[in-house]
């Protein structure tokens, strides 16, 4: 659909971008607010970035969530991943049904029955809760959404390429690393990265899942946020929102040259035949 | 390879089972057991050992008593009818402020469409909690929105948003806006603008052909978006508990305090159990529509 773009289509865009970004940027702005109440601006100051870096407790919490963000999206990109072969490839066994039922019901349920359940079984089996737990919970969750990722990427690709290396004499496993994995990568990352977000970013499931031990950064950030507003959460928040900024910029960046360079290639190999 | 296969099947079909539908078990489980049995430190007895009798005293142990006290407790009857009653509004909310965003997204040029799709992607992948925070500084007695419309003389004395549903309806359209749009961009996107050229020559209004053509059209996207909202919304927890205050009653935060505060982990379970029996119907009926449509593509 491609017609006129009238004065309606540009206010409602106009207008639901500023919705969209305005409080983001009002938070950052005021990161930067030397007072102490954060909505009364009394002049420019990085001061709460000095007070965040030597606040060893917000240290800390980085460093666990990312440990457990880096390791239970890895878990649930392999995790995923074989549970998409499983979904496209696999074809009928027993079960499939329940299979696929597992695959897109984590995605709906809300968190706070997930986390509820997962820390009755973690109680259940006696597992002492902390860095471990959240890890194993995450995993669980994450590889839900990448496997649906995953085998959309399956589902499209043509299948008599994999059948071709077979015949060319590769085993099952070396068409699969050389052939498939390829052109599933792009989905695989996707999925990695999707994960590794959904890790940093979950505050409820992790609440049910960690004991004592561990205070990832969302739950440091809610018992803060729940005092109410506060300088080194917005000067926090600056700095997460810009790595994140920084980071999707990069990746679609890196995705779109990665395309261009195939059809370039695809072109040529073409031009070749 | 066969043994390959039935090891990459049974991997992640493995994990799921004992991190999905075993803990869904447990939750069952203590939603039927006593209260008294069930406080912490609790251990779900599952006495194998005892045998026959065993598991026979374990199923005598089972009742619905904690079913029933969430019928008497007016509390809990009115947290799902809030829930629902919230979800069902701000879903609409959603649609009416997202419809527009999403038009005027399949109305731009093509060169665009892919940077404005990230313009809404982006703050998905933004930490929710820190958006959701952002709206506690804006909708406060001395917030930012408060400063501006005292500033402009618009009024007199600060609003109060914060702490009210109100500031929950808002949370709600910002935090889920991306979820209405996309799919409703996705269906409208594919729209052929002959259809519309031709309903125009047929002598419609520009306004009766979006509402004879264009919005019919675009209703596969409108009921995805309108489930994605909804479903996850009953449960939400984040929202509600920081910016609803006390008189926002969602079911979420009930579970949540139930567990937390109360250390009622029964009733919490029940809470639970009774969550997920409201949700199956849009869960299937989500399912049901995905899947047709999935169909009429391929």
Request: hydrophobic residues 55%; glycine residues 6%; positive net charge.
């Amino acid at each position: 659909m491609s017609r006129r773009f009238s004065w309606f289509n540009a206010t409602s865009l106009t207008l639901g971008f500023v919705f969209l970004y305005l409080p983001i940027t009002i938070l950052v702005i005021y990161s930067f607010n030397s007072s102490k109440l954060v909505t009364v601006w009394a002049g420019f100051s990085t001061k709460w970035y000095g007070v965040l870096f030597r606040d060893q407790a917000y240290l800390d919490a980085a460093v666990i969530t990312l440990k457990v963000a880096l390791v239970s999206s890895t878990l649930a990109t392999i995790l995923g991943t074989m549970a998409a072969w499983v979904l496209v490839r696999a074809g009928r066994f027993r079960g499939r049904t329940l299979f696929s039922g597992m695959i897109y019901a984590p995605l709906v349920v809300p968190d706070v029955i997930t986390g509820l359940s997962l820390l009755l079984l973690f109680i259940a089996l006696g597992l002492n809760r902390g860095i471990g737990t959240i890890i194993l919970a995450h995993a669980t969750f994450s590889m839900c959404y990448v496997s649906v990722v995953v085998s959309s990427r399956l589902v499209s690709f043509d299948q008599s390429l994999e059948e071709a290396a077979l015949d060319l004499g590769c085993s099952p496993f070396d068409a699969f690393r050389s052939v498939t994995l390829p052109i599933i990568a792009p989905a695989v990352v996707s999925g990695w990265l999707l994960s590794f977000t959904l890790s940093l970013d979950d505050l409820v499931i992790s609440t049910f899942a960690s004991g004592p031990s561990a205070t990832t950064l969302p739950m440091k950030i809610y018992s803060q946020v729940r005092l109410g507003l506060n300088p080194e959460i917005n000067a926090l928040s600056t700095i997460l929102i810009s790595l994140v900024t920084i980071g999707v910029i990069a990746s679609s960046l890196i995705s779109k040259r990665a395309s261009v360079r195939r059809q370039r290639q695809e072109q040529q190999a073409l031009a070749q035949s | 390879m066969n043994l390959r296969r039935l090891a990459l099947i049974a991997v992640p079909y493995g994990w799921l089972l004992l991190l999905f539908l075993v803990p869904f078990g447990i939750v069952l489980k203590i939603s039927l057991s006593d209260q008294a049995l069930a406080i912490p430190p609790y251990t779900p007895t599952f006495d194998l050992a005892g045998g026959w009798a065993g598991i026979k005293s374990f199923f005598t142990g089972l009742d619905l008593e904690n079913f029933t006290y969430l019928t008497t407790d007016n509390l809990y009857w009115k947290a799902y009818l809030s829930s629902v009653w919230i979800a069902t509004l701000s879903t609409l909310l959603t649609l009416l402020a997202g419809y527009p965003i999403a038009y005027a997204m399949a109305r731009a040029r093509p060169e665009w469409r892919p940077t404005l799709m990230m313009l809404v992607i982006l703050p998905f992948w933004t930490s929710f909690l820190i958006r959701i925070y952002a709206w506690i500084g804006i909708l406060g007695q001395t917030g930012y929105l408060n400063q501006l419309l005292l500033w402009s003389g618009l009024i007199s004395k600060p609003l109060v948003i914060l702490n009210t549903p109100v500031a929950v309806y808002i949370g709600i359209i910002y935090a889920y806006l991306p979820f209405m749009v996309l799919p409703i961009y996705a269906t409208l996107e594919k729209l052929d603008s002959d259809l519309l050229e031709a309903a125009e020559d047929l002598g419609c209004s520009r306004f009766s052909a979006f509402w004879l053509v264009t919005f019919p059209l675009s209703r596969p996207g409108v009921i995805a978006g309108c489930f994605l909202v909804f479903i996850p919304v009953v449960g939400e927890f984040v929202i509600p508990s920081l910016l609803g205050g006390s008189r926002t009653l969602m079911i979420g935060k009930v579970l949540w305090d139930e567990f937390f505060s109360n250390r009622d982990w029964p009733t919490a379970s029940a809470v639970a159990v009774v969550l997920l029996l409201i949700l199956i119907v849009p869960i299937i009926l989500f399912q049901r529509h995905q899947q047709r449509q999935q169909e009429l593509d391929a």
